[in-house]
């Protein structure tokens, strides 16, 4: 199994849903983080959260919420997408508890398609 | 603000050449940088990391090197082979936390 698992691997949907993407992980590590990328823009932190009691906006978090439900659970939303989000979102977790090294650890992304 | 560039956006290679990819970055009061690889449509695997008190870090045909005082980071690759395609992005940390800052890739192509 995956160290970070992000589901769905890929969705369509229409403007004005709700929707959300789901990420949890096995690292046993405590800070998660949501990007998303674009072609020539390049990855983009959205939100992001060092345990369960802290959540931090990224650069670009409007229009999207976030909710760490335990601390291997990290739910990204769009509350109501619309078609420019249409993106590849991925979702990381650092932050390893013996070497204090924060090398993140990526899923493989959900890709959103607004229409 | 962190600004991180990646020169070039795009290299093509034949197989069994060295090269290098470069990183640079605006603010110089990083603590660390990485190195990260990404194959199409997936996720990034992280290749290296080099601390701020470190010049240079190794795996394998990679050597990475950091150079805080002029803001810049190479990505040596020895011996390229075609399996080395991917694109390859650095990043350091946005301001004293821990999310990154990510540049926006070298897409790389060795061909046989």
């Known amino acids: 199994d995956a160290d970070v698992t992000q589901t769905p691997r890929n969705r369509i949907t229409k403007t004005g849903k709700r929707i959300m993407l789901e990420c949890s992980q096995t690292?046993?590590?405590?800070?998660m983080y949501w990007y998303r990328q674009d072609p020539g823009l390049g990855l983009r932190l959205i939100y992001y959260?060092?345990?369960?009691?802290?959540?931090n906006k990224g650069e670009i978090s409007d229009g999207y919420s976030v909710s760490r439900q335990a601390q291997a659970k990290f739910s990204l939303s769009l509350e109501s997408a619309i078609p420019n989000q249409t993106a590849l979102y991925f979702c990381?977790?650092?932050?390893?508890?013996?070497?204090?090294?924060?090398?993140?650890?990526f899923g493989a992304g959900s890709r959103l398609t607004v229409l | 603000k962190q600004e991180v560039t990646q020169i070039p956006a795009a290299l093509s290679v034949p197989e069994g050449e060295n090269l290098v990819l470069n990183c640079s970055f605006t603010?110089?009061?990083?603590?660390?940088l990485q190195w990260f690889r990404q194959d199409p449509g997936k996720g990034l695997t992280s290749l290296l990391l080099?601390?701020?008190?470190?010049r240079e870090q190794t795996s394998g045909r990679l050597n990475a090197s950091l150079d805080k005082s002029s803001g810049r980071s190479t990505l040596y690759i020895a011996a390229s082979q075609p399996g080395d395609s991917a694109t390859y992005l650095c990043?350091?940390?946005?301001?004293?936390?821990?999310?990154?800052?990510f540049g926006k890739g070298t897409s790389l192509l060795v061909t046989p």
């Open positions: 603010d110089s009061a990083i603590y660390n």
């Open positions: 080099i601390q701020s008190s470190q």
């Open positions: 990043a350091v940390p946005r301001g004293s936390g821990y999310a990154l800052n």
């Open positions: 959260s060092f345990d369960v009691k802290d959540i």
């Open positions: 990381a977790t650092g932050g390893d508890r013996v070497s204090g090294a924060n090398v993140l650890t």
């Open positions: 690292k046993g590590h405590d800070r």
